[in-house]
Nanobody, 125 residues
């Protein structure tokens, strides 16, 4: 029901935009998040956006470089990634939650009910 795409190989300093398209149901009333998992590491929170797109949350390492946004008319969430670094290399997953997002819970993977299959982002140095 969630499909992430837009990953690829990019040089350090470059940009990519990930998209997460929802199908089968409307996610306009859901909070949406992006997580990533680097090789040999645990999945970590990247960014989240409230259902109305007003509340935004980011992990510290991507603040000022990544921007999450959504288009509820298209049932799609985006992650614009600029100034990419080799340490951003990971499989990126989008997820949806019916839980009302707050700073306290946005980064908690357990609150997300639906997950996409992931898209690989590789940043070369």
């Amino acid at each position: 029901q969630l499909q992430a795409f837009g990953g690829g190989l990019v040089q350090a300093g470059g940009s990519l935009r990930l998209s997460c398209a929802a199908s089968g149901r409307t996610f306009s009333s859901y909070g949406m998040g992006w997580f990533r998992q680097a090789p040999g590491k645990e999945r970590e929170f990247v960014a989240a956006i409230s259902w109305g797109g007003v509340l935004l949350y980011y992990t510290d390492s991507v603040k000022g470089r990544f921007t999450i946004s959504r288009d509820n008319a298209k049932n799609t969430v985006y992650l614009q990634m600029n100034s990419l670094k080799p340490e951003d290399t990971a499989v990126y997953y989008c997820a949806a939650t019916a839980v009302r997002l707050s700073r306290a819970v946005a980064g908690t993977s357990g609150i997300y009910d639906y997950w996409g299959q992931g898209t690989l982002v590789t940043v070369s140095s």
